[in-house]
């Protein structure tokens, strides 16, 4: 049996070191050294010892976690070991948010609990709905997620008892609950429309259409194939393990602030056009690519530097098709056979296939992600493009209270205090301002 470690010769010193090697499930996937185990290679008794230096943490682990499992080479995205495709196809976005919150496929007790415990915290506290008239009537629906999720700890001190399960638990029901409320309402409010209150007779997705879109029926009725599309994007976009957004989550939560702070901060982190903000993004460089004949025209800007991103295009992790991509790609036919097809759905066609015989996108391993078709989906849906990362935002609130809680029962965790190279001037003294 080999020895699973390096040995380390620092050939400053001639010294050699033995750095054990750890594995998480797949031995190919996934195996690591303490970063701490480096500080002991010194050259001298006062050296600080090595650091590793990641910027943007391309290839820095920082949590071991059972939430969602990603192979970027083989383009696999699995939920607590169930493929995307599978849940896609047989899973419902609430069932999917169960799994991974408990780790567990729900049975049908199990099932209807948690879909009692979601349905009845989407009201929120009336104030709320002050706080959010406030907002400019065109303010980003993001800008007011970020607000009022966070205004929600004000309305929960109770949130702060981030130790006890029981309390966890109920505010993982209320997020739940509540943050598609609050997006409906802040949706309603940039189009001077009444809000509309929860229907908890509805599924989860079809209460959250019927907050957006019900008129002056008695009862909404949301169509059946929209609503089902739209309950697979939300499976779609769940969890993507360490992405951005899920590790300022995983920030915030590591100095015990409450869970609303941390899924506010989370949101705004999302919200970066090269993260969340992306799917809102393809659909402005659509737009104004316009027509398939000026796609060769836009690439030539893309490969010059002119056009800075591609925009749905590239991953850190996937260098290959995006396993989200391939199943936005068919649910759009399912959409567009209720809403007609989105004119910009040529353009998006010929992108891609211009891009991927195209070896300035080959050699660096950009494929389409998750946002490239999404976004075409939810404009079809009459979604306007500020609402597609807020749209984000509400399916990946599983995936970020997943990740809070793996988080605060890890024994391993504690506070995010990244080190630094300092690269600054030497000490010096102070200079008078006539002498300088
Ligand atoms: C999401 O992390 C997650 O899991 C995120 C996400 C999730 O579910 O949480 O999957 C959701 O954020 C999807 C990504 C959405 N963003 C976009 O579509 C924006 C466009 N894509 C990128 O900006 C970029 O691809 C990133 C941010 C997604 C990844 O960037 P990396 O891994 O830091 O790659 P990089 O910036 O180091 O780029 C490597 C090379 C560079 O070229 P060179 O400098 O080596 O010549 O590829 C180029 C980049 O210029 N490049 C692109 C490109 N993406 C990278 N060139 C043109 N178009 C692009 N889209």
Redesign the pocket.
């Known amino acids: 049996m080999k020895t699973q470690s390096l040995t380390i010769t620092d050939n400053r010193t001639g010294k050699s070191y033995e750095i054990p090697i750890q594995y998480g499930t797949y031995p190919d996937y996934g195996a690591s050294i303490s970063a701490l185990d480096l500080r002991k290679i010194k050259v001298s008794a006062q050296d600080f010892g090595l650091l590793t230096y990641d910027p943007?943490y391309?290839n820095t682990a920082s949590c071991k976690s059972s939430v969602t499992f990603?192979d970027g080479e083989k383009g696999i995205l699995r939920y607590r070991g169930y493929s995307i495709e599978q849940l896609a196809e047989n899973s419902t976005y609430l069932e999917t948010a169960y799994l991974l919150l408990n780790g567990e496929l729900p049975n049908q007790t199990q099932l209807a609990g948690w879909h009692e415990d979601v349905l009845e915290h989407t009201f929120v506290h009336e104030n709320i709905k002050k706080l959010i008239d406030g907002f400019h009537h065109k303010a980003h629906p993001m800008g007011t997620l970020v607000g009022t999720v966070g205004a929600l700890s004000t309305f929960y001190p109770d949130a702060k008892n981030i130790h006890e399960t029981d309390c966890r638990d109920r505010q993982i029901w209320r997020l739940m609950a509540k943050m598609p409320t609050l997006a409906a309402f802040a949706y309603r409010h940039s189009l001077g429309l009444p809000y509309v209150y929860p229907d908890q007779s509805l599924s989860y997705v079809g209460n959250f259409m019927n907050m957006l879109w019900k008129k002056s029926e008695l009862q909404y009725q949301p169509n059946p194939i929209l609503e089902k599309a739209l309950d697979v994007l939300f499976i779609l976009?769940a969890?993507?393990?360490?992405?951005?957004?899920?590790s300022v989550m995983r920030a915030v939560a590591s100095s015990y602030s409450d869970p609303f702070s941390a899924t506010s901060s989370a949101i705004a982190a999302?919200y970066g056009?090269?993260?969340?903000?992306?799917?809102e993004?393809?659909l402005h460089m659509l737009a104004e690519i316009g027509s398939v004949d000026r796609v060769p025209e836009f690439i030539k800007t893309?490969?010059s530097?002119e056009v800075?991103?591609?925009?749905?295009?590239?991953?850190?992790?996937?260098k290959h098709y995006?396993p989200?991509a391939t199943i936005c790609k068919k649910l759009a036919n399912d959409v567009f056979s209720v809403t007609g097809v989105n004119p910009l759905l040529a353009v998006a066609l010929e992108l891609e296939r211009v891009a991927l015989q195209d070896d300035?996108?080959i050699s660096?391993?950009?494929y389409p992600?998750?946002?490239?078709y999404s976004g075409l989906i939810y404009q079809a849906m009459g979604f306007p493009v500020g609402m597609f990362p807020v749209l984000?935002a509400i399916a990946?609130n599983a995936g970020w209270l997943a990740q809070w809680k793996e988080f605060l029962l890890d024994p391993d965790q504690k506070i995010a205090r990244p080190r630094q190279i300092y690269c600054g001037d030497q000490a010096r003294d102070y200079i008078a301002v006539d002498n300088r």
């Open positions: 943007g391309t990603l976009h969890d993507h393990e360490q992405n951005c957004s899920t999302l056009p090269l993260h969340g903000g992306a799917n993004a393809v893309v490969k530097g800075s991103r591609l925009m749905g295009f590239g991953h850190r992790v996937y995006d989200r300035y996108f660096r391993n950009l992600n998750v946002d490239f984000f990946r």
